[in-house]
């Protein structure tokens, strides 16, 4: 599947401490090579918001598949993500 890391989420990361921001971003890259792998942790989101989440550690990556295409669009801390 091929990965796209929309700007916001970009600047997301970027503003994370380096050790975060790798392990966040081995996940997102893991999942989308194999994301029929059930070791994931991804989950619908529920309520009005479409698309999923990708837990790694206190931080998710919210992202969605559009046309195959795996787009990654907020990386927030698990306190805020939700709101």
Same mark, same amino acid.
């Given at each position: 599947m091929e990965l796209f890391?929309? *700007?916001? +989420?970009?600047k997301d990361l970027a503003g994370l401490p380096f050790?975060? %921001?790798?392990r966040i971003k081995a996940r997102i890259e893991a999942y989308a090579i194999s994301p029929t792998d *059930? %070791?994931?942790?991804?989950?619908?989101?529920?309520?009005?918001?479409?698309?999923f989440r990708l837990r790694a550690g206190d931080w998710r990556a919210i992202? +969605?598949?559009?046309?195959? %295409? #795996?787009?990654?669009?907020?990386? #927030?801390?698990?306190?805020?993500?939700?709101?």
């Open positions: 890391i929309l *700007p916001r +989420a970009q050790t975060d %921001r790798e *059930p %070791r994931h942790d991804v989950v619908p989101l529920a309520g009005t918001r479409s698309g992202f +969605a598949i559009v046309d195959g %295409r #795996m787009e990654v669009t907020r990386v #927030m801390h698990r306190r805020e993500v939700y709101r």
